[in-house]
């Protein structure tokens, strides 16, 4: 075999029957077993962040493994709009959130670079489903505002309405978190705009009554909805004209959860959650 640096192997030995055109080289931090189609290929690009970051950190490598297999295998599947929670699927998410569990409790995020925030942000929006990435992030409260402000830039609306969610976990008055919330409040995707809303509502600010006029006025169903459950659980004086134009409103949805509303005790079952991207 070639020489090689601590950690990698020679592919050509190991596996001879690459397609033609990889690399050589591969980082194997742990010897997990992978199913047929996760073929390690070119992830050299981790040895020049190793050298050039002086990163001999494990934590470092195995996540940064762990989402380049992802990649690999979630390629032709990311949009190809079939179905939904196609993330799911994926058969290695225990060596995923192992791995990023162990980054998470030796690398300090504020020794993270841009790129590692990037992918962060990509491996959690992918866990959409049962977010206990994001969970595992607002262990620590600084942690998540750190990265949900690096997420209100970017384009990973999957891991914007997860932050949105765990922030209207925190003390409002602790940790600044509605300026966040506000910023997701415009974001252009509808669902991310939702969960914020929602958050605000559910921490009790004093800003969510003063933003249902705007989710009301997208005419979407599910906001009209979060409008709804936000005033009905302030006790707002508002509630009763916007129960009656939500009554008249021809969406079935919307007409009956006002109704559930109307005619229940002062709180109810918060908007039912319905998949990304429904209007």
Known sequence: MAQTDENMIDLT???PDLPTGLPERVFSVD??????????????DLHEQRVA????????????EEIALFRIWAGPRLNNGEYSCW???????????SAFEEFLQKQPFHEWDSRTMSDILYIIARDNDSPSLARAVAEEPERLLFLAQAAVKSSEGDAKWQFAVEMSRLDRQQ?????????LFQDEDEYVRRQALMALGRMRS???????????????????????????????????SYLE????????HLSAFAARLKAGPPSVPSVPCVPIGVP
């Open 245 to 252: 134009e939500a009554e008249q409103d021809s969406s079935q």
């Open 175 to 183: 940790y600044p978190v509605e300026p966040l919330l506000l910023a």
């Open 53 to 64: 970051r002086g990163l001999a950190n494990r934590s470092f490598l195995a996540l940064a």
């Open 87 to 97: 993330e799911t699927d994926y058969g290695c998410w225990p060596q995923v959130k």
């Open 206 to 240: 004093p800003l969510a009554e003063g933003l249902v006029s705007a989710a009301w006025e997208t005419g979407y169903e599910y906001q009209r909805m979060a409008a709804l459950q936000i005033l009905n659980d302030l006790n707002s004086p508002q509630l009763t």
């Open 31 to 44: 010897n997990i077993p992978r199913p047929d189609w996760a073929i390690p290929v070119a992830l050299t």
């Open 13 to 15: 030995e190991h596996l």
